[in-house]
């Protein structure tokens, strides 16, 4: 029985948790269900193709959920499903803040913003004050009083039966005995014994015919503990179900009792679960000792793992040998095994099963990225990284306006598909176009021609920011709405809900902080600690579903061969109440960070063009949507955000960078705020205001910075 069911829109733009999930400790398994539906920024997302799966740590963060069996697709292309809240959630009073939906494929795995749990206290009724009515005990007094009232009754009827003279006492009862034996004793003298003695073995005969019911013992050294010189009749013991006889000298085990066995070679696949070989929770503490055969969940806390990762463990015996292999739940793609003897101590290293840096280009065919000739095909099926010569009239869903042969370079990052179709003998004329694929479907943007004469053509830009740039991923995102103005190739690396400077109490979102990140990119390629941290925050499973893949373009990208680098942070500083600081490398202020980055950055990289963004005008509404104030007026930490804006453009001035003013001179303000805007959100522009921003930028970068 479900006693509340909670409705619950997991978007891709909204950082927002719903209203906390309330369960009291110890409700059933399912007595809670969630009704979900998954979005992407207001539209459904498909389930079909996708496995769903809910993971949670307890209250305390001591235990590690994964589970997959409490789903029902209600509606698979309007991504709605319901939930069934586990009992083992509900185990430990207190709030859950670690507890998403993932869902993944034959592509990887993402997920959804955490969903808050608070776990309600149950009442202990072990307490020797509790006074309050408990009905099974109530119950059990009131059997109690029946039995007793009974008893009571059948006592009074044997009592008043004896004062009636309806029983005799020992003398009466003693001369009718010796009645009878003298009667028996004349009937045998009397020439009959042969009748009595026939009649005697016919009893013995009947009786003997008798079956008396089996007693049931624990296993066979019960039995023999308590006849250990045997006895009459059939015993049983529990643990194999098997019947045991005295056979004069010892118990014989008779075979199952009541029962028919198993025959070899007799169960088919029919016959099994399909869990049949999950074990469960691993809960010992090194991998060292797991050895049983089966499907384990293994915790990132037990020791010897490849890494500080939950794994799903494989376990295999052949002799005195275990194989184990694991996969890490939030890396499918990625599998470890070893061999191990404990008998002898033997514990051989993890081995990986695609080494790291295990393929050189030595190995690699000259064409090993060719996909094959296509003479009639259809681009839109192109979704692997390779190229591919399409050849012909015959093929669908290539650029309209290049009527010839041509070479198409397919590039896939994550969901995300590029489309490159050059011309075979004129390659200046080309065209390129994006996809995202989501649960096995791709959606295809258009084609855009390739225009030489655009401002920025051939150039290569990257974007960092926060949310400002990160949380919009589609085509009218700043950054590709940069691209379709100037012609340049952007990257969108921008992490939404992440500052210019650290916090003085690190945590997972310091790793995509711009100090942090300046850091990274400055490190050698072959350092091995390059990007560890950040790759460290997203296994955590608390950054939002986009950051992998951002993070993969990120570290794809060779910043020698960049051109122009544009910073903009400061809105999540000023919320969080940071301090601004000076011009140092203070990485826990707003201008040491930004001017420590710069540093860095120019150093390793002095051809880049750095252009520093400013803040952008934001404004605050109440539940209804009503206007309280905006970043002009609101203080906090005794700073405004304007603040930040002149802290920005004094570190750009005085490293004589140029500096981009979107505060003071985009146009956005208190009486245009509609239009620039959605209608509840007073921080992150609509398609418009996006728009504006990137025009800004290109017509900067095109007129300021034309000389790179």
Same mark, same amino acid.
């Given at each position: 029985?479900?006693?509340?069911?909670?409705?619950?829109?997991?978007?891709?733009?909204?950082?927002?948790?719903?209203?906390?999930?309330?369960?009291?400790?110890?409700?059933?398994?399912?007595?809670?269900?969630?009704?979900?539906?998954?979005?992407?920024?207001?539209?459904?997302?498909?389930?079909?193709?996708?496995?769903?799966?809910?993971?949670?740590?307890?209250?305390?963060?001591?235990?590690?959920?994964?589970?997959?069996?409490?789903?029902?697709?209600?509606?698979?292309?309007?991504?709605?499903?319901?939930?069934?809240?586990?009992?083992?959630?509900?185990?430990?009073?207190?709030?859950?803040?670690?507890?998403?939906?993932?869902?993944?494929?034959?592509?990887?795995?993402?997920?959804?913003?955490?969903?808050?749990?608070?776990?309600?206290?149950?009442?202990?009724?072990?307490?020797?004050?509790?006074?309050?009515?408990?009905?099974?005990?109530?119950?059990?007094?009131?059997?109690?009083?029946?039995?007793?009232?009974?008893?009571?009754?059948?006592?009074?009827?044997?009592?008043?039966?004896?004062?009636?003279?309806?029983?005799?006492?020992?003398?009466?009862?003693?001369?009718?005995?010796?009645?009878?034996?003298?009667?028996?004793?004349?009937?045998?003298?009397?020439?009959?014994?042969?009748?009595?003695?026939?009649? *005697?073995?016919?009893?013995?005969?009947?009786?003997?015919?008798?079956?008396?019911?089996?007693?049931?013992?624990?296993?066979?050294?019960?039995?023999?503990?308590?006849?250990?010189?045997?006895?009459?009749?059939?015993?049983?013991?529990?643990?194999?179900?098997?019947?045991?006889?005295?056979?004069?000298?010892?118990?014989?085990?008779?075979?199952?009792?009541?029962?028919?066995?198993?025959?070899?070679?007799?169960? *088919?696949?029919?016959?099994?679960?399909?869990?049949?070989?999950?074990?469960?929770?691993?809960?010992?503490?090194?991998?060292?000792?797991?050895?049983?055969?089966?499907?384990?969940?293994?915790?990132?806390?037990?020791?010897?793992?490849?890494?500080?990762?939950?794994?799903?463990?494989?376990?295999?015996?052949?002799?005195?040998?275990?194989?184990?292999?694991?996969?890490?739940?939030?890396?499918?793609?990625?599998?470890?095994?070893?061999?191990?003897?404990?008998?002898?101590?033997?514990?051989?290293?993890?081995?990986?099963?695609?080494?790291?840096?295990?393929?050189?280009?030595?190995?690699?065919?000259?064409?090993?990225?060719?996909?094959?000739?296509?003479?009639?095909?259809?681009?839109?099926?192109?979704?692997?990284?390779?190229? &591919?010569?399409?050849?012909?009239?015959?093929?669908?869903?290539?650029?309209?306006?290049?009527?010839?042969?041509?070479?198409?370079?397919?590039?896939?990052?994550?969901?995300?598909?590029?489309?490159?179709?050059?011309?075979?003998?004129?390659?200046?004329?080309?065209?390129?176009?994006?996809?995202?694929?989501?649960?096995?479907?791709?959606?295809?943007?258009?084609?855009?021609?390739?225009?030489?004469?655009?401002?920025?053509?051939? *150039?290569?830009?990257?974007?960092?920011?926060?949310?400002?740039?990160?949380?919009?991923?589609?085509?009218?995102?700043?950054?590709?709405?940069?691209?379709?103005?100037?012609?340049?190739?952007?990257?969108?690396?921008?992490?939404?809900?992440?500052?210019?400077?650290?916090?003085? &109490?690190?945590?997972?979102?310091?790793?995509?902080?711009?100090?942090?990140?300046?850091?990274?990119?400055?490190?050698?390629?072959?350092?091995?600690?390059?990007?560890?941290?950040?790759?460290?925050?997203?296994?955590?499973?608390?950054?939002?579903?986009?950051?992998?893949?951002?993070?993969?373009?990120?570290?794809?990208?060779?910043?020698?061969?960049?051109?122009?680098?544009?910073?903009?942070?400061?809105?999540?500083?000023?919320?969080?109440?940071?301090?601004?600081?000076?011009?140092?490398?203070?990485?826990?202020?707003?201008?040491?960070?930004?001017?420590?980055?710069?540093?860095?950055?120019?150093?390793?990289?002095?051809?880049?063009?750095?252009?520093?963004?400013?803040?952008?005008?934001?404004?605050?509404?109440?539940?209804?949507?009503?206007?309280?104030?905006?970043?002009?007026?609101?203080?906090?930490?005794?700073?405004?955000?304007?603040?930040?804006?002149?802290?920005?453009?004094?570190?750009?001035?005085?490293?004589?960078?140029?500096?981009?003013?979107?505060?003071?001179?985009?146009?956005?303000?208190?009486?245009?705020?509609?239009?620039?805007?959605?209608?509840?959100?007073?921080?992150?522009?609509?398609?418009?205001?996006?728009?504006?921003?990137?025009?800004?930028?290109?017509?900067?970068?095109?007129?300021?910075?034309?000389?790179?």
């Amino acid at each position: 029985m479900t006693i509340r069911t909670y409705k619950v829109t997991l978007d891709s733009k909204n950082s927002i948790a719903p209203e906390p999930v309330f369960l009291r400790q110890g409700d059933k398994t399912g007595a809670v269900v969630i009704d979900a539906t998954l979005m992407d920024n207001g539209s459904p997302v498909s389930l079909d193709s996708l496995t769903p799966m809910f993971k949670a740590n307890t209250a305390d963060g001591q235990a590690v959920i994964a589970d997959s069996t409490g789903f029902n697709v209600v509606n698979a292309s309007g991504g709605e499903f319901t939930y069934q809240v586990p009992n083992v959630l509900s185990s430990v009073p207190g709030k859950i803040t670690t507890a998403y939906f993932s869902f993944s494929d034959a592509d990887g795995s993402e997920s959804t913003f955490d969903v808050a749990f608070i776990i309600k206290k149950a009442v202990d009724i072990t307490k020797p004050q509790a006074e309050d009515y408990i009905t099974i005990i109530d119950g059990t007094i009131n059997s109690l009083q029946e039995k007793i009232d009974a008893m009571n009754t059948d006592i009074q009827t044997v009592l008043n039966a004896y004062n009636q003279g309806d029983f005799y006492n020992k003398s009466e009862t003693d001369s009718k005995d010796a009645a009878t034996l003298s009667s028996a004793e004349k009937y045998a003298d009397s020439g009959d014994s042969n009748a009595l003695y026939n009649a *005697k073995n016919y009893t013995d005969n009947s009786l003997s015919g008798i079956v008396a019911l089996p007693e049931t013992f624990a296993n066979l050294a019960s039995i023999k503990a308590k006849y250990p010189n045997g006895a009459n009749g059939v015993m049983v013991a529990a643990d194999n179900g098997h019947k045991y006889i005295w056979t004069g000298a010892d118990w014989t085990d008779s075979g199952i009792y009541q029962a028919q066995g198993i025959a070899d070679a007799s169960i *088919k696949a029919s016959h099994l679960a399909d869990n049949y070989s999950f074990r469960g929770v691993f809960s010992g503490e090194d991998m060292n000792a797991l050895v049983t055969s089966g499907v384990w969940f293994v915790g990132s806390e037990i020791a010897n793992l490849p890494s500080k990762n939950p794994y799903i463990a494989v376990i295999a015996n052949y002799g005195l040998n275990t194989l184990q292999t694991v996969c890490a739940t939030s890396y499918p793609f990625r599998t470890y095994s070893r061999i191990i003897n404990p008998s002898v101590s033997t514990y051989l290293d993890w081995a990986d099963t695609v080494p790291p840096n295990s393929i050189n280009s030595g190995k690699l065919a000259t064409d090993y990225s060719m996909l094959g000739v296509i003479n009639s095909g259809d681009a839109n099926t192109l979704v692997k990284t390779g190229d &591919a010569l399409f050849i012909g009239n015959n093929n669908l869903n290539l650029p309209l306006n290049i009527n010839s042969d041509g070479i198409m370079r397919i590039v896939r990052t994550g969901q995300w598909i590029h489309q490159t179709f050059s011309a075979l003998q004129e390659p200046s004329m080309s065209a390129v176009r994006y996809g995202r694929n989501v649960g096995g479907e791709t959606s295809w943007g258009d084609w855009a021609l390739s225009d030489n004469n655009k401002p920025l053509s051939g *150039k290569t830009i990257v974007n960092f920011g926060d949310s400002l740039f990160g949380n919009t991923q589609d085509n009218t995102s700043i950054s590709n709405v940069l691209a379709d103005i100037t012609g340049a190739e952007v990257f969108n690396c921008g992490f939404g809900g992440c500052r210019m400077s650290k916090k003085v &109490a690190e945590d997972e979102w310091d790793a995509f902080s711009m100090a942090t990140i300046a850091d990274e990119i400055t490190k050698e390629s072959s350092d091995t600690s390059r990007f560890k941290v950040q790759d460290t925050a997203i296994a955590s499973g608390k950054m939002p579903w986009y950051f992998n893949d951002t993070l993969t373009k990120l570290k794809a990208t060779n910043f020698s061969d960049v051109d122009i680098l544009t910073i903009a942070y400061g809105t999540n500083d000023f919320t969080a109440g940071a301090e601004i600081g000076e011009t140092d490398d203070n990485v826990n202020t707003f201008k040491g960070a930004l001017n420590y980055s710069l540093v860095k950055i120019l150093a390793k990289y002095p051809q880049l063009k750095i252009l520093l963004g400013g803040q952008c005008y934001r404004f605050w509404m109440d539940t209804e949507q009503n206007f309280i104030e905006d970043s002009d007026t609101k203080l906090i930490a005794n700073q405004k955000l304007t603040d930040f804006v002149s802290a920005t453009k004094e570190v750009a001035l005085s490293l004589h960078l140029p500096f981009l003013d979107n505060y003071s001179f985009a146009g956005i303000n208190k009486l245009n705020r509609s239009f620039y805007f959605p209608e509840t959100d007073g921080t992150h522009h609509n398609s418009e205001g996006r728009k504006l921003l990137a025009s800004r930028y290109a017509h900067f970068m095109a007129n300021e910075l034309e000389h790179v």
